[in-house]
């Protein structure tokens, strides 16, 4: 397995690469004619989660993908806050984070453990999967190296949010037996989301339904991405009692507060209907934008349905803060 010396250098050092290429699925120079609008859930959702035959309480985290951004300190890290403890203040902010360094590099147990150490007891990893696993046609190689990875999500223990594997945009619905024969082999005790992302997956009704069903059958979370310019991977369809939300703004447009409380509307209808978790996590150009719309998502949350869920607590409070 791959060792790694520093765990905060590494999981940071993709920062600048992961955020080009975040922002580059769905992008749009021009989001004024973009119809934001949810669409409603697909038929199945609501059988998925009232058909539950066990019961659980309602976890909900709110994150985003980077705690090794500077733009965070004044922000909700102290001036002069040295790189090391980076992890620990982001922990004391967000409950959870999307780990994007494992989609570059295996991590070792041992890295694992001192992200745990350095993380309040209740903040949750959400690893994405390699691509040495995702980004393999076949999974051959993939399957060799789940086998490498396995020992460190496990390590994660009870800090393990959901593993997520983002497939690329080139991975079409023919190649679709090799994912799902993968995920026959794929551990039981671990939770994983899927998250397509070539049009074809939802261009055909039919297809896209054997899909899902397969990750019902499977005990596969999906992802839901809401982004401007890929409307049709906001595909509304949940494959059990967990979803992973990945919410991408546009620098605090206005839009971006109305697409929140949407979403909040729609997560207090799956809480009725008994959603297990929930995690939403925030992405933005610059990561202190993200404490800005994950604090009026926390309080529209706490507001709309009843949780007590803790936001971010910016150093200062600007003006826009205090609108809300």
Not at 85 to 94: A, K
Request: aromatic share 10%.
């Amino acid at each position: 397995m791959t060792q790694v010396s520093n765990p905060d250098k590494t999981a940071n050092a993709d920062s600048s690469f992961h955020v080009f290429v975040c922002m580059k699925f769905g992008k749009l120079a021009d989001i004024s004619r973009v119809n934001f609008t949810l669409p409603p859930d697909h038929p199945a959702t609501q059988q998925v989660l009232e058909n539950q035959t066990t019961s659980a309480t309602l976890r909900v985290f709110v994150g985003s993908a980077r705690w090794g951004e500077r733009d965070l300190i004044g922000k909700i890290y102290p001036p002069k806050t040295p790189a090391k403890e980076y992890l620990t203040h982001y922990s004391q902010h967000f409950s959870t984070i999307e780990l994007n360094s494992t989609h570059y590099q295996l991590p070792s147990v041992d890295q694992v453990i001192q992200w745990k150490e350095k993380a309040e007891d209740s903040f949750t990893f959400c690893p994405k999967l390699p691509q040495s696993i995702s980004h393999q046609g076949d999974f051959g190689q993939g399957i060799y190296a789940t086998e490498q990875l396995t020992p460190a999500l496990r390590a994660f223990s009870n800090q393990l949010g959901i593993s997520f594997m983002q497939l690329p945009p080139t991975f079409h619905p023919q190649q679709g037996k090799s994912l799902f024969n993968y995920l026959e082999y794929w551990p039981q005790d671990i939770p994983l989301a899927i998250e397509f992302r070539h049009p074809d997956w939802f261009s055909e009704p039919r297809i896209q339904d054997r899909a899902f069903q397969l990750l019902e059958e499977l005990k596969v979370s999906t992802v839901i991405t809401d982004t401007a310019g890929r409307r049709d991977v906001v595909h509304m369809r949940l494959t059990n009692p967990s979803v992973m939300i990945r919410f991408v703004g546009n620098r605090l447009h206005h839009t971006d507060y109305l697409r929140i409380d949407t979403w909040v509307e729609r997560i207090k209808k799956w809480i009725t209907q008994g959603i297990q978790e929930v995690y939403f996590i925030v992405h933005q150009p610059e990561e202190a934008l993200c404490v800005d719309l994950s604090i009026y998502l926390v309080r529209r949350l706490n507001q709309e349905c009843g949780l007590g869920l803790s936001a971010p607590q910016p150093l200062s409070i600007g003006e826009q803060q205090e609108l809300f």
